[in-house]
């Protein structure tokens, strides 16, 4: 029995249901779903010249041109690609932009081939905006700010609470100078899909009030949804408040341990070490204006010295060397400042175990 074309965009993304991106590659990389992939029904050359055809001669020369563009092993290998799809992911479904022409066209090949597989009507734009609303909608919900100074394990406390939203995982970016990576931060159509995704999942599960960590306006290179900025700053606020050692050992391991591993996973071991080094040298770099050039200099001299350490004998004891200075003449006396300003809706302080004790008292 065939299955109809899919309208119900909720049960799409809290099933984690498999999607096939017929758009062009282009229009992917800037902005898909978390669970679908790209299987582009024309390249973007392709995709242009069909493009300037419709402006100019109108739809029917468009899609006469496509058809002389696609064809023969070309449209076979595309086709094969889908019907791969389609076998590996029976409940899935397809999409092009409007679920106009491309989703019927791809939908007709396929069945062509043998296979009847359903389109979501209104494509990726009914999807987008079905996320876009969702933000909005859960954004009026009860929220809470979890806070603290850098290194009190605000983003692993949002992923251990049932009803914590993790903004940076969202945002592939830990929101600070050193914040980024070994792999590109998320754009921001994908960065708001994959927020929405993750309110969406958490609501449909019953929670009804929402905890996010403390951020500012953008994280990285992506905005925080004005809807959301503007419910973070009327929440009510709880403080982690953890020793510096602790502190320091998230820091080690996050900026540190983690970032070398994956650079030298991701790049070979030669070429890894540089590139950690160097992305440790940028997030110095980006703050030097505000620590001083002085005081910039001995704080990546003394980071230098503790990669070189690092490298030659394993150890990572001498980051405290950098690490220490960093927390206590920046990034600390800057967090309290921004904290001071909203000392009024502060609800909570407490460690690390107390503050997750207190949240979940509350769910």
Not at 75 to 104: D, T
Not at 231 to 238: D, E, R, T
Request: hydrophobic content about 40%; glycine content about 8%.
């Amino acid at each position: 029995m065939q299955r109809p074309n899919c309208e119900d965009f909720r049960s799409l993304f809290v099933n984690d249901t498999p999607l096939m991106d017929m758009r062009a590659p282009v229009e992917f990389t800037q902005g898909a779903f978390p669970t679908s992939v790209s299987r582009p029904l024309m390249t973007d050359d392709e995709r242009a010249a069909v493009g300037t055809c419709y402006k100019n001669q109108g739809q029917q020369a468009a899609i006469k041109l496509g058809h002389e563009l696609v064809h023969g092993e070309v449209k076979a290998a595309r086709v094969a690609q889908w019907k791969a799809f389609c076998e590996a992911n029976p409940s899935g479904y397809l999409y092009c932009f409007r679920g106009g022409l491309r989703s019927q066209i791809t939908q007709q090949w396929l069945k062509e081939a043998g296979i009847d597989f359903p389109f979501i009507t209104g494509g990726y734009k009914a999807l987008r905006r079905f996320l876009i609303d969702t933000i909005d909608d859960i954004a009026q919900k009860p929220t809470v700010i979890v806070a603290g100074n850098t290194g009190n394990g605000k983003t692993i406390m949002v992923n251990e609470l049932t009803n914590g939203i993790d903004l940076e995982g969202a945002a592939h970016h830990r929101g600070s100078s050193f914040g980024r990576f070994v792999t590109p931060q998320r754009t921001q159509i994908a960065f708001e899909n994959d927020l929405a995704v993750q309110m969406l999942k958490k609501h449909d599960r019953g929670v009804t009030q929402f905890i996010y960590e403390d951020e500012s306006k953008s994280i990285g290179c992506v905005m925080v949804p004005l809807s959301l900025q503007a419910a973070m700053k009327q929440a009510s606020i709880a403080v982690i408040e953890d020793p510096i050692d602790v502190r320091l050992g998230r820091l080690l391991d996050d900026y540190v341990i983690t970032m070398q591993h994956d650079y030298v996973a991701h790049y070979g071991e030669e070429q890894g070490w540089i590139l950690f080094e160097e992305y440790l040298e940028k997030g110095m770099f980006n703050i030097r204006k505000r620590l001083g050039l002085e005081r910039y200099q001995e704080i990546l001299d003394a980071q230098k010295h503790a990669i070189n350490v690092m490298q030659s004998t394993g150890s990572v004891s001498e980051h405290d060397g950098w690490l220490v200075p960093l927390l206590e003449q920046y990034y600390d006396p800057m967090y309290t400042y921004q904290l001071s300003k909203k000392v009024e809706r502060i609800v909570f302080r407490g460690d690390y175990q107390t503050v997750k004790a207190w949240f979940e008292a509350q769910s």
